[in-house]
């Protein structure tokens, strides 16, 4: 059911692999194996790429710690979408939106690392949450507050902004997708370790799906309306400075 | 779900780097860019090339103001089909169908910028309504909105004309597809924020896209009779004059 | 949903297109466009080269009025199946038919051009009937009169012969397509202005337009029994002439 | 719906097509046209030709009226399958099967030309019927016939036999196939003239299409059970001759 | 519905033709015709080339009647799997599974000419029934004896084993084929003559064929609980001596 | 349904033939085969090959009996994931999810071979059961226990753990599956010995299925409490060796 990803020590191997292949002075490299947490073996390897360009253009003839830090986002977050610009009112609204993702996040018991309103991609903004540990088990709990948190976007847009927005409809996908796997390929639900296929029973299980999808939507609404203030307080910083990194 | 418009200052790059092609003068981009407002970049690529047909014809060394004003109805409404005469009565049908379209979008609080009897594509007529502001995103009332403009269309068929022509078929589709879509992708419905797959749900969300539809249309014709003298002043101006820019 | 056809002025043209490639004489352009009502292009390119075969096949060197006169019907109709003789019973139950589609298009208001009995392609018969005007709208009330004349065949033949054929097979495809296009694609149901996709809405709107086909059968009955006697008579002058024009 | 044999006069330009390329003398074309009434131009075709083969294997310079006569039943009923040897059980079920259906075609007003249990292809037996007359219409009274006459096999074999043999089957494939088109194509059942398309009404056509073909089934025993004596007979007569001409 | 297999003269021509290409001495074509009983023509061919092996095989120059019995088994059973070596309690399961079909079919009145518990290909053990004449008719009786004999290898091991193996997936298999078929092709139930193709009527045809199975398979237990003892000799003589011949 | 297994003396056949291939020396080949007990020919093939690749590595010249030894495990077992670094929560987690496994095969009668964490392929544990004998037949009472055996891995999460992860999905998949082939190809359930098709069965048929895992999970949550402190010390063994082997 999932790929797991390198391990601490496979991720110091994976680096100290490619860092024999560019100069480098005073690399900390339990430290980047550290923050590459939640990283592929390609991210890592894409990683040390971008250290070194960002090395290069700053004239550097060796690669350092600093080029490392400099280049992580680009590899969390993907490339600026320099082509759009958004309007004040939607950059309200997606301040709003990844500030409710980030709270929850945190609310939840996790660990939010970057929130952003500036463009990405097709994504207007973005909320980077790299895994606590190392644990590849994905629990009921842990999916259960996967829901809240990608339901606490579109939450926030209706407690704060006062109507939900188109923009929300890719955490839709994602968090009916992942409820009708809880449902029908872990066996969370009532229907139990059963994986159907007659439209009777998958019908069955679709409900079951729907309805944690409401539920984590309303468990959204009641956690960010307790966290008020904290929300308001990212969404001003998100005005203020497009970037928050934790 | 929607790939963003370049906003102001990206038309305006994208503006300067075209123009940089043709010889100009005294072109105010600042102005074109905010003429543009709702241009795909390939729209302001075509613009900026019909100007310089447009200033060809006219005999001109260089494209001014005057020949991007000339060539924009091209750009926003596509080719004159020229081989297509209407009849009088198809005339005052279609008249009375684009003045439903656009007094609802007035009432609605958009703005039009141009309404026409003459046959374009395979259009009998068109009403013609840039984006307000720069704003992307969706809302479940601009949805709402756009659904009343969708059937106004319709309705004054209905109330004006007396009787619907299938001519309104394909705005009964597109009002279909985003009714559909605001239940289903955008969550706007009772149902919540759960994309459905099985056939009972997709059924069940096809209901409430069904009563929006319906909804919208009851409420077009009561924005239209409540505005009986706008319709009918703006299709009587219509016959006139074949097309009114606003 | 429907591809306009040309208008008067759009007919004339073409005509004068087409006609400046043929050596011709006294040739009456608007009234050949307008004799041409209901053509497509192509239709009316077809005309031209016919009325030329007509004009060569008489040993006349240029193209006359009548030469266009004697080769319309062979555009309307298609051309004659010699290789079907009908037998008498065939034949009495084929004018029954068309006499019935004849009869019932007068009744709900509209032209007929011709009816034969004469086979052509798979055809056993033929009533034609041209639009009245060059309005290309298609109206619900102009929908339930298309479903009465296309179920009036069937209806004589019950009426008048005492039992149905399957030579009516055809009509209530046609009238079946149109009635489900009608709740469907145009909306004249109660279902109102959706095009529906679920099975469950579908099934419904099918309902619709099966009803629709079934009172537009008892209208047709009605109608021709209240005009038995223009019924009966234009049976009698088909079975006499095999071709009847008006 | 259907593709119309050729008519008398037809058949008859046929023949002397066809004639007019092998030698003949003394053709009696007048009356072969009549025995091809039900013939389609292929077969006609392929019966100069057999005739032709006949006359070569007679030894004869010319292809005369005795050679059609001995090879129409080719084309009529296909060539024998020498391979398969009937059992006598198989012979007696055959037999009873074949003079069901042949009893029940001159029950319903029909003609049976020639009843044969002579293996052909994969046919145990076979009755032939041509059309009475040239006539191409059918009928709702005429399909309900020839679900009786389809259904008569497997009455006899009830009736007379005891018990149902396999081989009925393709009788009752044909025979469902023909009421589901009275049903659905033709509109002979109560649901009227549409053809019905949802899953829904095509289920409810389907009743009415299983329920005339249990009615033919009891009006096909009720048919032979009163023509005892005439079944009875013509089994006799095919288990003695094999072939019976009519 | 079937493709007939040669009648007894049939075989005999058959055997002739083929016997033509080998040496052979003192053969009895009518007996070894009478023993094909139930060959296809491509077994015939098969037979008389293995017999040909055989006698190669042997050291005889010529074929004779001998290398016909040693070879018939080869065609009939298909090659020994020697792969495959039963335990022992398998051996006894599938024993008593043969056991039961061999017994069901006697006590349905035909006849068995083998039963082995040889595995041969993926089947464990196999039990030969040759049909009983040249009847190739299938009536409803001789489908239901079928599936008694089909379900009565299951039967056995229930009865005599105390369980029931995944062995019996085949015969299941088989049956509900052979169910489905007497319903929906050759008309048996209570459903009548017709050939359902509405999931609603299809449905109700296979509820029809499961309830055959099952009553099959009670009354292959109710035969063999009444024949206890002629099971348990063939089991026994079975286990002792793997290939029994009638 | 099956592709029986080779047999002891099948076995023992197929090492002599690959034995023979390589330099040996005091090799039990009975032994060997007996611990080859559900081996495939290709595995035996592959074991073989193992061990002559362990004795290279060792710097021996003949394979020995201890080489077979040393890489019988990766025969069983596939090639270890080095790439891949348990958490200690992870591992806790695998460690009762396995010993789940272990003792639920033994308290149902059957025999572990082997139980591992380290994690090999996509697998983050193992639990090895190689058959008892050589029975190839599936009954009832053996499907059931290996549902509870595959059940026995969520249970134990569940008891031991407090919650139950993603990993549990693969044993999910193949106990739905198995249960459905119990209920659907062998009849195992009261549906008795029918293979649905339609709709209606085969949905009543996973009811029963959906019902057998249920009704597993509850048995294999009462079998582990009732081990408790077996299934405590295998986890507290596996977590110290990382392979218990039995």
Known sequence: VFIPLPGNSDRKEILEYYLA??????????????????????????????AAVEAARAGADVVQQVHFQLSRDRILLGPRNHGVTLSDSDKDVTAWHEAGHAIARIA????????????????????????????????????????????AGRAAEELFVGEISAGAASDMARASELARAGVMSYGFSPMGPFVPKSDKLVAE???????????????????????????????????AEEEVTY
Chains 1, 2, 3, 4, 5, 6 share one sequence.
């Open 21 to 50: 292949k560019v100069p480098t002075r005073d690399i900390d490299v339990s430290a980047l194996a550290k923050q590459a947490l939640g990283f592929s073996g390609a991210d890592i390897a894409n990683w040390v790429n971008e």
């Open 205 to 239: 299980a679709e409900t079951y799906a729907a309805n944690w999808v409401r539920d984590a939507y309303a468990q959204a609404k009641s956690t960010l309306v307790a966290r008020t203030s904290e929300v308001t307080a990212l969404r001003d910083r998100l005005l």
């Open 108 to 151: 939840t018991g996790g660990t939010v690392d970057k929130v952003s309103i500036l463009p990405r991609g097709m994504a207007m903004g973005v909320t980077i949450s790299l895994p606590d540990d190392d644990t590849v088990f994905y629990t009921e709990k842990r999916l259960q507050s996967e829901l809240v948190v990608l339901m």
